[in-house]
């Protein structure tokens, strides 16, 4: 599986909201300039993911977007379908009915797709969280954050 530039922009916008102080609302041209993402895109991804209810809007002068839920409570899988990702085979086939090998592999592909799309729904955005702030802390990182 190749996560899209969709999927990765996703992903490192709602890990930048895990940051703010009490989860709060930061700005997308904030985001976008931390993580070095483009903003017109970054909001399109924002809106997507506020529809399928990963992230909220605030209005005023200190709005912008927050999580709608508790880091632990977001997974990768949720983050990815939000934005239109699949992790579906390519091809949808049939094997033939009349060789053996054809249904094995058929099985043996299903069952990784079921495995890959397990892993992905029980990768929660704390999980992703605490694994950047342990490379940081090895790398000897403490305040800057780029994902």
């Not at 990702?85 to 990784?112: M, Y």
Request: overall charge positive.
């Amino acid at each position: 599986m190749k996560l899209t530039t969709r999927g990765h922009y996703s992903v490192k916008a709602l890990l930048d909201l895990s940051l703010q102080p009490n989860y709060g609302p930061t700005s997308v041209k904030a985001i976008a300039s931390r993580q070095d993402l483009p903003a017109p895109y970054l909001e399109k991804l924002l809106i997507e993911m506020r529809r399928a209810g990963l992230v909220q809007s605030i209005r005023g002068s200190q709005g912008g977007y927050q999580l709608a839920r508790e880091p632990i409570n977001i997974s990768l899988g949720q983050i990815l379908e939000a934005v239109g990702e699949t992790i579906e085979p390519l091809k949808s086939q049939t094997p033939d009915a009349n060789l053996a090998g054809d249904w094995v592999t058929f099985t043996l592909w299903r069952r990784l797709h079921q495995k890959l799309k397990e892993a992905l729904y029980s990768i929660t955005l704390a999980d992703l969280y605490y694994d950047a702030r342990s490379w940081q802390a090895s790398q000897g990182e403490t305040t800057s954050f780029v994902v």
